[in-house]
């Protein structure tokens, strides 16, 4: 079974840029759509946007100017790069994969707090 | 503001069976697939149902999805205290730019 798991740093200062790593095991990232979702606390999900394993990228609109996702075969990982970031970028940043078997989410990482604060 | 709309808080006893609508419009759920996702307290969220009404292995038969038109409702049967979780619907959303992921707000279930 495919296996998740996000990395980097928790706290972020307001207009930097938050990166994200996260790290694919149990099987190849050659294939499907690589997603990041976040949820801040206390509050719903928001999809960040998609990368497929070639590199081709969707990004939702309202974040779209701040937002670069990119994969790594080589190391099996994708990762989430987030600029100018404020207060209201403080939430849980989860990884997830989405397959051609269910058309939509399947799994996702256990997700990490980035906390934005100076 | 959510792009599919779901009522926050729904609530039921045990043995119960409870619904939970999804609201969306024609370029999502009007036109592609609703998926929906369980959130236990202090977890990820777990998929529950796929493409309207399929269920991944290992989710009980107790949990029901269907769809028609543009809204869509989940149901459960034989409420559980365990049940007690949020829950979001999500779908894909044509754009212009590409099919975008787009979820409800999410509604907390209660277990009286």
């Known amino acids: 079974q495919v296996q998740l798991q996000e990395s980097g740093p928790g706290l972020v200062k307001p207009s930097e840029t938050l990166s994200l790593t996260c790290t694919v095991s149990?099987?190849?990232?050659?294939?499907?759509?690589w997603s990041w979702i976040r949820q801040p606390p206390g509050k719903g999900l928001e999809w960040i946007g998609y990368?497929?394993?070639?590199?081709?990228?969707n990004y939702n609109p309202s974040l779209k100017s701040r937002v670069t996702i990119s994969v790594d075969t080589s190391k099996n990982q994708f990762s989430l790069k987030l600029s100018s970031v404020t207060a209201a970028d403080t939430a849980v940043y989860y990884c997830?994969?989405?397959?051609?078997?269910?058309?939509?989410?399947?799994?996702w990482g256990q997700g990490t707090l980035v906390t934005v604060s100076s | 503001q959510s792009v599919l709309t779901q009522p926050p808080s729904a609530s039921g006893t045990p043995g119960q069976r409870v619904t939970i609508s999804c609201s969306g419009s024609?370029?999502?759920?009007?036109?592609?697939?609703v998926y929906w996702y369980q959130q236990l307290p202090g977890t990820a969220p777990k998929l529950l149902i796929y493409?309207?009404?399929q269920r991944p292995s290992g989710v009980p038969d107790r949990f029901s999805g269907s769809k028609s038109g543009t809204s869509a409702s989940l149901a459960i049967s034989g409420l559980r205290s365990e049940d007690e979780a949020d829950y979001y619907c999500?779908?894909?959303?044509?754009?212009?730019?590409?099919?975008?992921?787009?979820f409800g707000g999410g509604t907390k279930l209660t277990v009286l």
């Open positions: 997830a994969l989405m397959t051609t078997v269910t058309g939509g989410i399947d799994y």
């Open positions: 999500a779908a894909w959303d044509d754009s212009l730019s590409g099919p975008d992921w787009v």
């Open positions: 149990g099987g190849s990232i050659s294939s499907y759509y």
């Open positions: 024609s370029s999502n759920i009007g036109s592609n697939y």
């Open positions: 493409r309207n009404n």
């Open positions: 990368i497929y394993y070639s590199g081709s990228t």
